[in-house]
């Protein structure tokens, strides 16, 4: 459990009621409204927060809005009866964008040859790309009009500054008016996460659940916050177990290694910025977070009249190379059905063009997306039952409802998978397996790359991230790093039992394995 009575005492006093990105510049309330995550338990406990006026803002995790005054009233009790996962006040997060100038003159696309689609033909509509961003002007040239562009909400432009979502919309699927967008016919929809002069943490998680819903796809999130909010987390995550792919900016500050959230979230597809010279651009952040970069420098994007007369500006910022990675990821996905969202991250970092001599840097990840490479590339093994990084992530009631599925049960005595890690992106794959009474579990582990750890942790243990004497009474057994290794554990008890084998991630930042498990009596 990740909240407790002191954070939501905190919460309703607006110790983090700030925005994202430099809190010091965003605007503060005073008594902010107060979102709940509750455990999947509390389903039939919520009457209380009907009567009260409180409003759902998720389902899938179950995810509440509650004014300050309500929070402090129910909250306590909530969480006195375990059914609080986690607290956070209902702040504002800032669009990413590092400069926007005047577009004196049509440009030539060099974003296009960048990313090597130079002379390829985009597809017809296939998946879709939603943007969760500030309003979407359906008025402009660029999208009136234009066919398979539907608003997931109610969208408003209401102020100059709500330009960053037709922006972002027009690099993945401007008509061609004056600028094309990288996939001109894309599936475009749009979720208006723009409230109290900015983005706001219960729009976006909203946002974030409604694409979720609608299938899997492309989510491009080009904002960020330097503050970690694990209700954030969660719903991405469960967008990602639904088969969305997401999309992150890596952040505008460079001189500070860290990307923001939700770019440094694992299950997230992190881009920096490039220039047409292939270099970083000077604003783009250095993180390990990061998996790709994209052109994000002087790219020419729509914007509503109200901030141009023009309708257009040149744009600079990783909030621009995210929405042309999110384009040519939905591109290549229709033209490569069969992926799945984890087949398809790593489809594109094997892929990606290098730049410079290192495999994998901190500047630009993997490399720049190459999207000729990406569609005619041999298809990576599907990364199997993720996201599951921890125990929370595969017990049933935990993040989610259903938890995943046992490897061994009463049925089923063996199982074989192939699966991946990365240190920053997917450091740990835990599973369930079930033991019979006075029965034996044999686990092996053998490397096709790079290193891992394996453990095995009894039935009632929290989370794999236990250290000292919890560590000492949950963990049941351990290998060492090395290319292969069994551990085998007894079930003493008179009756099955559920441990969680964990595979992590060892000393090289990303491998490889087989996992292999027998049960017998």
């Known amino acids: 459990m990740r909240a407790t009575v002191a954070a939501i005492g905190a919460c309703i006093l607006g110790l983090a009621g700030t925005a994202a990105g430099s809190d010091a510049n965003m605007p503060r309330t005073s008594s902010p409204d107060v979102l709940v995550e509750l455990i999947a338990r509390a389903g039939l406990r919520l009457d209380g927060l009907h009567e009260a006026g409180a409003r759902r803002v998720a389902a899938e995790p179950a995810i509440w809005k509650l004014t300050a005054a309500t929070a402090a009233r129910l909250l306590p009790k909530l969480e006195r009866d375990g059914l609080v996962r986690s607290v956070a006040p209902d702040r504002v997060i800032a669009p990413l964008d590092a400069t926007a100038r005047p577009s004196t003159s049509v440009q030539d696309a060099w974003w296009v040859r960048a990313l090597d689609a130079s002379g390829l033909t985009p597809p017809a509509p296939g998946k879709r790309v939603t943007v969760v961003d500030t309003g979407l002007d359906f008025n402009h040239p660029e999208f009136a009009g234009r066919p398979n562009t539907v608003a997931l909400n109610r969208q408003e432009i209401t102020s100059p500054d709500d330009f960053h979502g037709t922006a972002i919309s027009s690099l993945i699927g401007a008509q061609g008016k004056e600028i094309r967008g990288i996939y001109p016919r894309a599936r475009l929809y749009e979720w208006d996460a723009s409230e109290k002069g900015g983005l706001t943490l ?94 994000g420098v002087d790219v020419k994007v729509a914007v509503p009249r109200s901030h141009d007369p023009s309708g257009y500006m040149l744009a600079s910022g990783t909030s621009y190379s995210a929405a042309l990675v999110s384009g040519a990821l939905a591109w290549i996905w229709t033209r490569r059905p069969k992926l799945d969202n984890t087949q398809l991250i790593a489809l594109v970092r094997r892929t990606a063009r290098k730049l410079g001599s290192e495999r994998i840097s901190n500047d630009t990840g993997y490399g720049l997306l190459d999207l000729r490479a990406a569609l005619s590339a041999p298809a990576p093994p599907p990364d199997p039952l993720e996201p599951n990084d921890d125990i929370q992530l595969v017990r049933p009631g935990g993040i989610f409802q259903h938890g995943s599925p046992l490897l061994t049960s009463r049925k089923k005595r063996t199982a074989t998978l192939e699966a991946r890690l990365d240190q920053n992106k997917d450091p740990a794959d835990v599973y369930r397996t079930w033991i019979p009474a006075r029965g034996l579990l044999h686990v092996t582990v053998r490397t096709h790359t790079g290193d891992v750890a394996l453990r095995v942790w009894g039935p009632h243990t929290p989370t794999i991230m236990e250290r000292g004497r919890s560590e000492h009474r949950d963990l049941l057994a351990t290998g060492s790093l090395g290319g292969r290794h069994t551990i085998e554990v007894r079930n003493r008890s008179t009756s099955g039992e559920i441990v969680y084998i964990d595979v992590s991630a060892g000393v090289s930042r990303t491998s490889s394995y087989v996992l292999s498990v027998a049960t017998q009596t």
Do not use: Q, W
């Not at 909010?229 to 890596?250: H, N, T, Y």
């Open 202 to 295: 219960s729009a976006i998680i909203a946002g974030i659940e409604a694409a979720a819903r609608a299938g899997p796809g492309v989510i491009n999130l080009s904002f960020g916050s330097d503050a970690d909010v694990p209700m954030l987390d969660d719903v991405i995550l469960e967008a990602f177990r639904k088969g969305s792919l997401i999309v992150a900016a890596s952040g505008d500050s460079r001189g500070f290694d860290f990307s923001p959230y939700p770019a440094g979230y694992p299950h997230v597809l992190t881009v920096s910025a490039t220039d047409r010279h292939d270099n970083v651009a000077t604003f783009s952040s250095p993180s390990s977070a990061i998996d790709l970069a994209g052109p």
